[in-house]
């Protein structure tokens, strides 16, 4: 009977166990667990939504700071289109500079969420759930920000219609030959699937947030939800789309950095006509990605007192996930300089030379940062349940992927075939601005988000919470996931 | 078919340093002069510029000069990158275009060309009066943000062959000169048609010195270099 | 008897599949029976069939869409403006098969977006029964009957356990209709209105005073006056170039024969201003009072050579004469220039 009567009181409401031994592992695996531990949705709604609604000092100092410094960048973006790029570093040799290097890595950074949450998705990895709307976020802004770098890269900003594929009276058609269109197709392509694929999984949590508000508010969500109610066949239709959109979405993702990618290795240029440059990218965006996005938890559950949702358990997974992307990393980083340091041609070496010469405080510490850090530390599960050293590592990682970049395309720049064309890089004031700027606007967009929509996908938690029960096994207890599916 | 195939040929035997090429290619083309702090911070700008590499160990070091301008590809490493087609291969002249007032300044084909003689206009060019003056009512002025490269004088091209039109003759050989062959003193670069049976440049080519700059890159350019140094090259 | 609409809320899965079973053995159709939840339960779970959805036309059709669009943007339109680049062929088919790909992805995971909508019927814009209690994680169970039926549904669903059941007139619930169609059919042609209005500027219909930077140039046009004298020591665009300091031509040495040509061509192109005995004193010289004698050691000890530059170039307000000379007849008034001083 007690089946019967288990089945009859809500999932949140599942006796314990008789047995003391096993109600106290339960409550340890309750502690350790999300998809055990589960509340009463009433309680879990009305604390995300009143983090949502909460608009503290803090939050306020946060987007007034933001702000300033985003305006900082507009302020400098006109001061550019005023005077020109002349403003900038920029010589006759390195003609793509920290823009190119910013436009590759905010597409990298927004390479992880979508990728998060569509090809966890498809494995059925539970981890994902509470996670995946923040990191499907950090995808839409980043790559909303790294749109924003070739409008500010190239020299007649006035001009850049004829870059768009718009029937005109001058006869003229984009050239679908240069790689620029590859990588901006592949871009749009993927900021509209994932803006879609983050919108139907929103629909129910702005149903939520419409049944638990007043006012405006109410008014606003009930639009916004387009009058979802949780039908089977609105379920069914969620469930269909999602799985269309991940299958489809993955094979975009690949070819984003690919494109981008290919924007360097299409070209003549030593050190970037190279065949790996592909998987190389991909690798080094997941790589950045996925650290962004454990960024962006550490301060969501600090920030907003998410520690229900964002458990040890999710750092120490995502954690895992990061340590595999810098053996990746290392792997390819590896293959594509070995193969240049024996086959020993002129210009390799005069790259090499760039590297452990002018160069060598940049090359260092990014091999540092992106190797001997995660390497050095990730495979003990205390550093990987720790949210200061996470954030440290995190934060190494970024530096080491940015230097990268710039090392890539400032620093390759500055050595080519003839050598009377050496020229350095050095950047001046208005590279570093805009760079700040639009990791600023990226933030600030962030920031204002978590205020206007749930930022965790409350249903797909609460799914997992109704499918995961706890089994008694010999004198143990475990985590069971019922697959409805 | 295109019905010319301009050819240079720089005699690097004969290329003394000089740069009267360079000043009378500013001269021609409206080549803005960038300041000594643009320079500084590398961004000269000359459509031609002469290289000048150090040959052996101090004491015994040799100057060597060679004059690097626009190649003309044959396949262009810049042409397939632009997004708008400001850079491409213009059948009519069999040259390598860049059209001023397509250009959005993505500076892609700057960045794919291994010989790095594509320039870009990184300010707006000034000229104090009475300077305008002298600028060349035949070239088309560059404002900042576009690409710009040698021409091969194609504004003498045309003009040449105008003339000839009205005429009614056909183009002969030295009716175009661009203005860097008209001024060099020492005779070292010729310009031409290759199609020419008759023309100088065809009658010095093949020649036992000639060489293309990066051959190895595939661009198949239009200008052969004539191996300087220790070659005897008789009187 | 009017219909009436009920709406159960149960705590779990279990009643809610009891009391789908009630219902049907009162002869109730499934079809009248909707189920609501916070959670995707699988239709299994209570004991009802599967819902059917429509997505893959819709998708197929959009990436289909997506094909040719890519193929006519990447590949056929280089077609129709063929502009040569790199010696690449005029239809390149690896970036074009990039462009496909790419658009292919994008519509079909528009069209399926787009599927998702008009089978949800998204946005509803009638009203519907529901209870804000069901996004805190209870089931809501509404059910359609007949009037006469009505107590006996809702004795079933408080036998089954329903912590409430609402009863209302189903006269207000009515389906969208043809609403829901017309809603989209509005946003759509909004939309495409708005994505002709770029065609309005790109074709000049409507002209915007935009930035033209080649327009303005400092350059002097050839019609544009007033011109400036061409500057000493410029070099011609057509001819031969003469360096100061180099010889230009071979020179003629003098003779008498040479001397008497000189005489006759410096009478004509000269004399007027350097006089015809070279005195400086042509009857020019009271507009150009500043011709020099050319008696005067200045000019009696330029080299000839650097008088042929004169003579073909002009100096100051001198103007070059090269049109009226050749290169041999120059050379001819240069000897009779050197005789003037004897």
Redesign the interface.
């Given at each position: 009977m007690l089946e019967?009567n288990a089945?009859?009181?809500?999932?949140?409401e599942q006796p314990l166990p008789e047995d003391e031994k096993l109600a106290e592992q339960v409550e340890h695996e309750r502690q350790e667990h999300l998809m055990l531990d589960a509340l009463?949705?009433?309680e879990n709604?009305a604390l995300v939504l009143a983090r949502m609604q909460q608009t503290t000092r803090l939050f306020w100092v946060l987007v007034l700071g933001l702000g300033g410094i985003t305006l900082a960048f507009v302020v400098t973006w006109v001061i550019q289109m005023q005077?020109?790029?002349?403003i900038t570093?920029?010589?006759?040799?390195?003609?793509?500079g920290p823009y190119i290097a910013n436009l590759v890595y905010f597409v990298g950074i927004g390479h992880a969420g979508t990728f998060i949450s569509a090809a966890l998705r498809m494995m059925k990895l539970d981890f994902r759930r509470p996670i995946a709307r923040a990191a499907e976020i950090v995808t839409l802004f980043g790559l909303a920000t790294a749109g924003l770098f070739?409008f500010l890269?190239?020299?007649?900003l006035?001009?850049?219609?004829?870059?768009f594929?718009?029937?005109?009276?001058?006869?003229?058609?984009?050239?679908?030959?240069?790689?620029?269109?590859?990588d901006a197709?592949?871009i749009?392509?993927y900021l509209?699937?994932s803006t879609?694929f983050m919108f139907?999984a929103l629909l129910?949590d702005l149903?939520?947030a419409r049944?638990?508000t007043s006012g405006l508010h109410r008014r606003i969500y009930r639009?916004l939800a387009?009058?979802?109610?949780?039908?089977?066949?609105?379920?069914?239709?969620?469930?269909?789309?999602a799985n269309?959109?991940s299958f489809?979405?993955i094979?975009?993702m690949f070819?984003v950095h690919t494109?981008v990618s290919w924007?360097f290795a299409?070209?003549?240029?030593p050190g970037w006509h190279s065949t790996i440059f592909g998987p190389f990218f991909i690798v080094g965006a997941l790589f950045s990605g996925v650290a962004a996005v454990i960024i962006v938890m550490i301060i969501l559950r600090k920030m907003m007192g998410l520690g229900y949702f964002f458990r040890e358990e999710h750092f120490n997974a995502m954690g895992i996930f990061l340590m595999l992307m810098s053996m990746a990393w290392v792997y390819f980083y590896f293959t594509e300089w070995i193969v240049n340091w024996y086959g020993n041609l002129p210009m390799e070496k005069a790259l090499q030379s760039m590297l452990t010469g002018d160069l060598a405080p940049l090359f260092y510490l990014m091999l540092f940062s992106n190797i001997v850090v995660p390497l050095g530390t990730l495979w003990s599960r205390r550093v990987r349940t720790s949210l200061p050293a996470m954030l440290v590592i995190c934060i190494f990682i970024q530096i080491g992927m940015y230097l990268e970049r710039i090392i890539i395309v400032a620093g390759f720049?500055s050595r080519?075939?003839?050598?009377?064309?050496w020229?350095?890089?050095t950047p001046r004031w208005p590279e570093v601005v805009i760079t700040v700027g639009a990791l600023a606007f990226l933030a600030l967009m962030y920031t204002v988000f978590t205020r206007l929509v749930p930022i965790i996908p409350v249903?797909e938690v609460?799914?997992g919470q109704?499918m995961h029960t706890p089994r008694r096994f010999g004198r143990a207890i475990f985590s069971v996931r019922t697959e409805?599916? | 078919m295109a019905e010319h195939k301009w050819t240079m040929i720089v005699d690097l035997d004969k290329c003394t340093g000089c740069n009267a090429c360079v000043v009378a290619c500013h001269a021609e083309n409206n080549v803005p002069v960038a300041s000594e702090d643009?320079v500084k911070?590398?961004?000269?700008?000359h459509w031609m510029?002469i290289?000048?590499?150090w040959e052996g160990e101090y004491p015994d070091v040799k100057a060597r000069f060679m004059p690097?301008f626009c190649q003309q590809c044959g396949n262009a490493?810049c042409e397939?990158?632009?997004?708008?087609?400001a850079s491409y291969h213009s059948e009519q002249e069999n040259l390598n275009v860049q059209v001023y007032n397509?250009?959005?300044?993505?500076?892609?084909c700057?960045?794919?060309c291994?010989?790095?003689v594509r320039?870009?206009?990184?300010?707006?060019p000034e000229y104090d009066a009475p300077l305008e003056q002298q600028l060349n009512p035949d070239v088309s002025y560059r404002?900042?943000?576009?690409?710009e490269k040698c021409t091969f004088c194609i504004q003498r091209i045309r003009r040449a062959r105008e003339t000839a039109n009205a005429d009614n003759r056909e183009l002969q050989d030295g009716d175009v000169q661009p203005a860097c062959v008209q001024v060099c003193p020492s005779g070292a670069l010729v310009f031409g048609d290759k199609y020419d049976h008759e023309s100088r440049v065809t009658n010095m080519l093949p020649n036992e010195r000639q060489f293309k700059?990066?051959e190895h890159?595939g661009t198949e350019p239009a200008v052969y270099y004539l191996k300087g140094g220790e070659t005897d090259v008789g009187d | 008897m009017a219909d009436f609409m009920l709406l159960g809320l149960f705590?779990?899965?279990?009643?809610t599949a009891d009391a789908v079973d009630g219902l049907r053995d009162l002869g109730i159709d499934d079809k009248n029976i909707?189920?609501?939840?916070?959670?995707?339960?699988?239709?299994k779970?209570?004991g009802?069939k599967?819902?059917r959805?429509w997505?893959l036309p819709f998708?197929l059709g959009g990436a289909v869409a997506g094909l040719l669009l890519g193929l006519f943007?990447?590949a056929i339109?280089?077609e129709?403006?063929p502009?040569e680049?790199g010696g690449?062929g005029a239809t390149?088919i690896p970036?074009?098969a990039?462009?496909v790909?790419?658009?292919t992805?994008?519509f079909?995971?528009?069209a399926?977006?787009v599927?998702?909508l008009l089978?949800?019927r998204?946005?509803?814009?009638t009203r519907?029964m529901?209870d804000?209690r069901?996004?805190?994680?209870?089931i809501?169970l509404q059910v359609r009957v007949s009037g006469d039926m009505l107590d006996q549904a809702v004795k079933v669903l408080e036998a089954s356990?329903a912590r409430s059941v609402q009863r209302e007139d189903a006269a207000e619930y009515r389906s969208q209709g043809i609403r829901h169609l017309l809603f989209w059919g509005g946003v759509s042609t909004a939309g495409l209105i708005a994505l002709l209005i770029?065609?309005l500027l790109?074709?000049?219909v409507i002209r915007l005073p935009?930035?033209n930077?080649m327009k303005d140039t400092p350059v002097v046009d050839a019609q544009e006056g007033p011109r400036r004298a061409v500057p000493a020591g410029s070099i011609p665009v057509q001819g031969p170039v003469l360096i100061a300091g180099q010889p230009a031509t071979e020179p003629i040495p003098s003779s008498p024969e040479s001397l008497q040509r000189g005489d006759v061509l410096y009478n004509i192109n000269c004399a007027m201003c350097h006089g015809s005995l070279g005195g400086g004193d042509g009857l020019m010289t009271k507009y150009f009072p500043e011709v020099p004698a050319l008696t005067d050691d200045r000019i009696q000890t330029m080299a000839a050579h650097d008088i042929f530059l004169v003579i073909t170039n002009g100096k100051n307000r001198m103007p070059g004469i090269a049109k009226n000379l050749t290169a041999g007849e120059t050379w001819d008034v240069i000897n009779f220039v050197y005789s003037l001083d004897e």
């Open positions: 019967t089945e009859r009181v809500p999932f949140w009463p949705p009433s709604n005077y020109g790029i002349g570093g920029l010589n006759r040799s390195v003609m793509w070739p890269h190239v020299g007649r006035w001009k850049i219609f004829y870059m594929p718009i029937p005109n009276q001058r006869g003229l058609w984009p050239n679908f030959r240069s790689a620029l269109f590859w197709t592949a749009t392509t509209i699937g879609m139907i129910p149903a939520m049944d638990h639009t387009m009058g979802w109610r949780g039908t089977e066949h609105e379920w069914h239709n969620l469930e269909v789309i269309i959109l489809v979405i094979p975009v070819s494109g924007n299409m070209a003549l240029q720049l080519n075939e003839l050598p009377f064309n020229v350095n890089y249903w609460y799914e109704a409805q599916h | 643009e911070r590398g961004r000269g700008l510029r290289e000048r590499y690097v490493p397939p990158v632009c997004p708008v087609y397509r250009c959005i300044g993505t500076r892609y700057g960045n794919n291994p010989y790095r320039y870009f206009n990184y300010r707006t404002s900042a943000g576009v690409m700059l990066l890159m | 705590n779990n899965v279990t009643p909707t189920i609501m939840s916070s959670l995707p339960y699988a239709s779970l209570f009802r599967t819902p959805s997505y998708v943007v990447a339109t280089p129709l403006y502009i680049v690449q390149p970036p074009s990039i462009i790909f790419e658009l992805a994008l079909s995971m528009v399926a977006f599927a998702f089978q949800g998204f946005p509803i814009l519907q529901y804000p069901i996004t805190d994680g209870y809501g356990g770029p065609l790109t074709y000049d935009w930035i930077n």
